[in-house]
């Protein structure tokens, strides 16, 4: 017998622990010289008061007390926090600076392969004035990752308030409205793009600013195109917040100079906890980001205590000593140089799709001549671009755990992934489309299954996908993975129809199957991981490239 700790926790042995204790100590010295005195929440909640203060997603760490009151691990140290000071601290003790390190447990299923239990340093501050609290602990995380000698770190903001001014303006229904927030929330800019097009009911320049806001990324410049776009779809000048975002670029104007700033609004997500901005900091050599926070006064409000401004950041110790090293020390650079550019990292996917891929690579400006002599190299270096030969499968897990910048696949591995990755360019080529078929000789057999038995059983390589179909239809499934000749399913009686993908058809008639429902379309998409896009100009430039290409390609 193995005596084996839970899925997703750990034990740490001396070594790491004293690395932990060292990186823990320099952020603590900080956040106290800034003022923040330490405070502690219980590890187990009240599941219902801290719904009270945003929405929760469903965890995996709840349990029933004596008297049948629902509790949760906490999940982060936010809400627990703002429990304490909409419960706890008075008017006359405002405004509040807090800090905090401790455990948290949650379940990212995204994050398949990471830690359950992680731990985060982090401070709040409740009842300053909303620009200058934005500042301070702006301010504060900066100096953090500065005195743990972060290799090239950098903080990139977003908010929410312009988009949701934007909706509020032009958005036809409230269906339109929250698909659009949805599809930010996932990062899912292509989607996005299609939603826009098909809704006639938007003027042209509403569509063309709700398509642009998610993709602006650059320095203080930015809140002017802002502006413009928000101004030209007629969101009302006290509304935009952009005002707001030009008293934090000048109140920031050293950092943004010395380009550890940046804004990107396709940052812009979590819109029932945060209420402005939103910031995450990144740092060289790490896919995730080691710290985000923002603004979130709504939370107060929900809780009881409306009219209160709260800001406040949590940085990940497990991600600081991803970026520090075991021993918790940076080593990776000299303090105060920057890290060399190194190559961008693609992951091109075999197969298919190999060919296009590479065209729409050479078309886009990039070096291809080795790619086109590729034999058994799974590495390939041209110029300032290394490619990673995958598996159109394996491309999103490549991106998503740092082990490429960004790639190219179909759109169905994305959605099968489920990982946190930016959605930037249909490539139009690769088409393709999942279909629900059945045997000709069973038609109405599935109906009928369905009456009885209140589900349909479905034979697919592709289970998230086939989940998101049939729930969009309301209709119970049972899924039965395969993985290939999903054909048989139906034919022999496991399941009464199947959801694959299919180009021409031939496949499904030469099995006497008959298409029944179309789930979606889909072709090659790029897509990036989050740090690499927000941190490095070269994904994006490339990004603005390959969609030139593929609107080229359109159109001939």
């Not at 990139?156 to 269906?175: H, N, R, Y």
Request: aromatic share 6%; charged share 25%.
């Amino acid at each position: 017998m193995i005596a084996r700790t839970p899925r997703g926790f750990r034990d740490i042995l001396p070594r790491e622990a004293l690395a932990r204790e060292r990186i823990t100590a320099v952020v603590r010295e900080r956040f106290s010289a800034a003022g923040y005195l330490p405070v502690e929440t219980p590890l187990l909640e009240d599941r219902s008061v801290l719904e009270r203060g945003a929405r929760i997603k469903d965890s995996a760490f709840q349990l029933f007390d004596s008297d049948g009151t629902l509790l949760m691990l906490r999940p982060d140290l936010t809400l627990p926090v703002a429990r304490l000071v909409a419960g706890r601290v008075g008017a006359d003790r405002l405004p509040a600076r807090f800090r905090y390190e401790a455990p948290v447990v949650r379940e990212e299923p995204s994050l398949r392969g990471q830690p359950r239990q992680f731990t985060q340093l982090g401070v709040e501050l409740v009842g300053e004035d909303g620009a200058a609290a934005e500042v301070e602990v702006v301010r504060l995380l900066g100096d953090a990752l500065a005195a743990l000698e972060v290799p090239d770190w950098r903080i990139v903001f977003g908010s929410v308030t312009p988009l949701k001014a934007l909706l509020d303006a032009c958005a036809p229904t409230p269906a339109f409205r929250e698909r659009v927030l949805s599809l930010v929330h996932d990062s899912d800019l292509v989607t996005l793009n299609e939603a826009i097009a098909s809704e006639p009911a938007l003027a042209p320049e509403q569509a063309r600013a709700l398509r642009e806001v998610p993709r602006l990324c650059g320095g203080a410049e930015v809140i002017d195109r802002l502006d413009v776009l928000l101004a030209e779809a007629g969101v009302p000048a006290g509304e935009r917040g952009t005002d707001e975002l030009a008293e934090l670029a000048r109140a920031l104007e050293d950092l943004f100079r010395a380009g550890r700033l940046s804004f990107d609004f396709s940052i812009i997500n979590s819109f029932d906890y945060y209420t402005g901005i939103i910031f995450k900091g990144y740092a060289e050599g790490i896919a995730a980001s080691l710290a985000s926070g923002g603004r979130y006064d709504a939370v107060l409000a929900n809780l009881g205590r409306p009219g209160l401004a709260a800001c406040g950041f949590a940085l990940s110790l497990e991600r600081l000593q991803e970026v520090l090293g075991e021993p918790g020390e940076s080593g990776v650079v000299t303090p105060g140089v920057r890290v060399a550019a190194r190559p961008i990292r693609i992951a091109v996917p075999k197969g298919s799709l190999f060919k296009p891929c590479v065209a729409a690579l050479e078309a886009a400006g990039l070096p291809t001549a080795e790619l086109r002599d590729l034999g058994r190299k799974l590495i390939v270096r041209d110029g300032d671009v290394e490619y990673v030969i995958v598996r159109a499968q394996d491309a999103p897990a490549f991106v998503g755990h740092g082990g490429a910048d960004c790639g190219i696949c179909g759109r169905d591995s994305l959605v099968e992934a489920d990982l946190d990755l930016l959605q930037l360019v249909d490539l139009g080529f690769g088409g393709c489309r999942f279909v629900v078929a059945e045997p000709r000789d069973k038609a109405g057999e599935a109906e009928s299954n369905y009456e009885w038995r209140g589900t349909v059983r479905v034979a697919t390589k592709y289970p998230r996908i086939t989940q998101q179909y049939y729930d969009s239809i309301g209709q119970q499934v049972d899924i039965v993975t395969l993985h290939g000749n999903i054909e048989l399913g139906p034919i022999v009686g496991m399941a009464d129809r199947i959801v694959d993908i299919t180009a021409t058809g031939t496949t499904l008639a030469e099995n006497d199957l008959v298409i029944v429902d179309e789930v979606l379309p889909c072709t090659a998409r790029f897509f990036a991981g989050p740090a690499a896009y927000r941190c490095d100009r070269r994904i994006r430039d490339l990004a603005r490239r390959l969609a030139e290409v593929s609107h080229e390609g359109g159109r001939q």
